[in-house]
């Protein structure tokens, strides 16, 4: 079975993408929910991020997302201190949930993966793009963020044309161009690459 990761900057449109491969029947993985997943349930994750940012990490027994989103984007060093706790974690259960799936493919979908270091885990990557102004635009009306507040995640990210260009296939989310279409064409040059695997 091939693996395969579906990335993007914020508010590309990744999650809509990764939906119509799963209306094809390809089954995704999504690593942002199981980073909170793992973060909200692994005692061991629990216990770094309380060591790392206090108690404060948890409300109530719940992780507390917006405390830790005002600590992390504006703070290179609490940033990669958060990503250091969680991503080893993270990389290994995105592992364990691909050797137990039965298809020609299967998709990772993550809004960091380059930055990761999780592309070397896949055989081929699917990036998604639109323009920086649309991405700013629909995160805002999906999100409770303001647009400095998706500028300082979008800073933290791999710089969009660099990104794109370390995927095997690129899907622009432009709002002109089809993505069912896209996304179509990329799913039958997949099964072929796998059926020839
Ligand atoms: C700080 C947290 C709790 C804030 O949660 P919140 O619900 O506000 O955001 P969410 O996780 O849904 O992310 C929304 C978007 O922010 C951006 N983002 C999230 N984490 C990161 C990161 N480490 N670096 C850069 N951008 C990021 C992505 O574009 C993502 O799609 C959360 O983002 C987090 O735990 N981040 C660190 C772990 C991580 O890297 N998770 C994502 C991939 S494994
Ligand atoms: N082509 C499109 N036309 C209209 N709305 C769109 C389109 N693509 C995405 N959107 C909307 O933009 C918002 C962001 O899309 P989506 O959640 O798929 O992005 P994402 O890349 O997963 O973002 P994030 O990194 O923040 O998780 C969503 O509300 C989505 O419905």
């Not at 991503?87 to 364990?96: E, F, G, L, T």
């Not at 993966?113 to 629909?138: C, H, K, N, W």
């Not at 647009?147 to 622009?172: A, G, L, P, S, Y």
Request: aromatic share 8%; proline share 2%.
């Amino acid at each position: 079975m091939l693996k395969v990761g579906i990335t993007g900057g914020i508010g590309s449109g990744k999650t809509l993408a990764a939906s119509l491969f799963k209306t094809l029947g390809i089954p995704v993985y999504d690593a942002d929910a199981a980073a909170k997943r793992l973060m909200s349930t692994s005692k061991s994750l629990q216990q770094q991020l309380i060591a790392a940012f206090g108690e404060e990490a948890f409300k109530n027994g719940q992780l507390d997302r917006a405390f830790l989103a005002a600590r992390v984007f504006g703070d290179d060093e609490q940033l990669k201190k958060i990503n250091s706790i969680v991503h080893p974690a993270a990389i290994q259960d995105s592992q364990d949930w691909f050797k137990q799936q039965h298809a020609p493919y299967a998709i990772k979908e993550a809004s960091i993966l380059f930055e990761t270091g999780s592309d070397q885990y896949l055989d081929y990557i699917i990036g998604v793009t639109a323009p920086e102004q649309l991405r700013i635009q629909r995160t805002i009306e999906r999100s409770h963020l303001t647009e400095q507040q998706v500028r300082e995640r979008m800073d933290k990210q791999m710089d969009e044309t660099e990104k794109m260009r370390r995927c095997h296939f690129v899907i622009n989310n432009n709002g002109h161009l089809s993505l069912i279409e896209q996304v179509v064409k990329i799913h039958e040059a997949l099964l072929y690459k796998s059926a020839r695997q």
